[in-house]
């Protein structure tokens, strides 16, 4: 059966896409060539979705535009806690701790969504707080697994703030352990006793999504225990990559798709 022709949705859809994950800002040429349309078809589509505030074009070169921004901060803190909301609370049982979820911002994380159990009360939840690299295991762990030519930020507010960059004490050693290991450790820098142990989110190499953090007091992160957490931890942020990239099949994916009414014509190509 040959493949039904491509609404123009599928075509506006193709190129957002096509623009959101490219690694340098694509021409018209490359964008038509990676999503299959004519050069012709594809500019069309892209003066529409630059119109409406989808694609931003610089020159001869597109980015993402305002539309997409704002999408994604508002899919953070909804649609990304929804899905994530189930793992943080299996993984708080399992451990007995505090975890919370936590999202890169421009040179911090924000917190948006935390499951704490009864016995962790005295300890802050610091949701919806932002949180800085040098003194949290969560924004840590994230910068660890960016690319490192995008942890200048984190890197900069940490020095505005005082703390070293360099030695054995300085932050790049800390990202270094945490980027080596898949897991970032705070033993009371920001609240004795509080500790934490975060990993990072990641279903496309450089960029990570989100991070789940463990969080409790000292004795709780013992070397003892240390290595148990670290596994729980790691099966529950490598069930989240699932879900997030997909892997996962939810119910209405698997719900055969309503068929169109007879009486509602098919739009053809744009």
Not at 44 to 62: C, F, H, K
Not at 195 to 211: E, K, N
Request: hydrophobic share 40%.
């Amino acid at each position: 059966m040959p493949e039904a022709p491509r609404s123009a949705v599928d075509k506006a859809l193709d190129l957002v896409e096509a623009v959101a994950r490219a690694s340098q800002p694509p021409r018209l040429t490359d964008l038509a060539d990676e999503v299959g349309l004519h050069r012709a078809t594809a500019y069309r589509v892209l003066v529409d979705l630059v119109r409406r505030g989808w694609v931003l074009r610089a020159s001869d070169r597109y980015l993402p535009g305002t539309a997409v921004l704002q999408l994604s901060s508002s899919a953070a803190r909804n649609s990304l806690g929804a899905l994530a909301g189930p793992v943080l609370a299996a993984l708080s049982e399992r451990t007995g701790l505090m975890v919370n979820l936590q999202v890169p911002e421009v040179d911090r994380s924000r917190v948006i969504d935390v499951v704490r159990p009864d016995r962790l009360a005295m300890i802050s939840s610091l949701n919806g707080q932002a949180l800085p690299v040098h003194r949290f295991a969560g924004p840590l762990a994230l910068v660890a697994a960016l690319a490192p030519a995008e942890r200048g930020p984190y890197l900069r507010a940490a020095e505005e703030s005082g703390h070293p960059l360099d030695g054995p004490e300085g932050l790049l050693a800390d990202i270094e352990e945490a980027e080596r290991t898949g897991f970032a450790v705070e033993y009371g820098r920001n609240e004795q006793p509080v500790a934490s142990l975060a990993r990072a989110v990641v279903t496309r190499p450089g960029a990570p999504v989100c991070a789940l953090t463990l969080v409790g007091l000292g004795p709780d992160f013992d070397e003892a225990r240390l290595p148990d957490l670290r596994e729980r931890l790691r099966e529950a942020t490598d069930e989240l990559a699932r879900i997030l990239s997909g892997a996962e099949t939810s119910e209405q994916a698997s719900t055969p798709p309503e068929p169109p009414s007879p009486s509602t014509p098919t739009e053809g190509p744009a």
